[in-house]
């Protein structure tokens, strides 16, 4: 029987599901052929999260790499099934595909009110290091940056 949460490398095939997902949880969704470009991109790595022996879609993740500097440019995990915890696995294999990568720190940048999103970033080694003053639309609210200086020093994940 296969395991209750499994991540794997997105495929194509999960463009529709990801679009989905890009709906439900942003505010800014990215289109098909953004995601498309995404997946194509050698800079970007993407992950997916998967419930249930159906195999259900339930988050996703897109980290990028640039030398060695990591962004994590988007996490999501489904209304659904939010708050159980899944978000902290699918960031864990986000920041170890980083390191493989040979990434020594990584950026981020969140909505301030964000509170899940900042308690999982803060838990894994991130720390606020800058404002930037009504970065979002809809609604405007500013963006905190934040940035973990040591991924290496993570291996409590890995
Ligand atoms: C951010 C996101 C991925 C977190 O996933 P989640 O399933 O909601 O959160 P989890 O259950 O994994 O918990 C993550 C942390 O947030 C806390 N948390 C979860 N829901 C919360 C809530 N409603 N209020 C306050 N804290 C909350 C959890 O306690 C946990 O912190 P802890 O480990 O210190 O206890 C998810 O909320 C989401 O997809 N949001 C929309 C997209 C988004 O904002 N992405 C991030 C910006 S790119």
């Not at 989905?20 to 993407?46: G, H, I, N, V, Y």
């Not at 009110?113 to 404002?131: D, S, T, W």
Request: hydrophobic share 35%.
């Amino acid at each position: 029987m296969k395991e209750e949460l499994q991540i794997r490398r997105m495929e194509e095939k999960d463009l529709p599901a990801v679009r989905d997902l890009e709906l439900k949880c942003f505010s800014d969704p990215w289109t098909e052929t953004m995601l498309r470009d995404m997946l194509e991109s050698s800079l970007d790595s993407c992950f997916v999260l998967l419930f249930g022996e159906e195999e259900q879609t339930a988050g996703y993740a897109n980290v990028r790499v640039l030398g060695d500097e990591a962004e994590l440019m988007r996490i999501c995990v489904a209304p659904e099934f939010r708050g159980r915890g899944w978000s902290g696995p699918l960031l864990e294999e986000g920041m170890r595909e980083m390191t493989r990568r040979g990434a020594g720190s990584a950026t981020l940048e969140v909505r301030a009110g964000n509170v899940p999103a900042i308690r999982l970033y803060e838990r894994h080694g991130f720390q606020k290091e800058g404002l930037r003053k009504k970065y979002y639309r809809d609604p405007v609210e500013d963006a905190a940056i934040y940035w973990n200086r040591d991924l290496a020093a993570e291996d409590r994940f890995y």
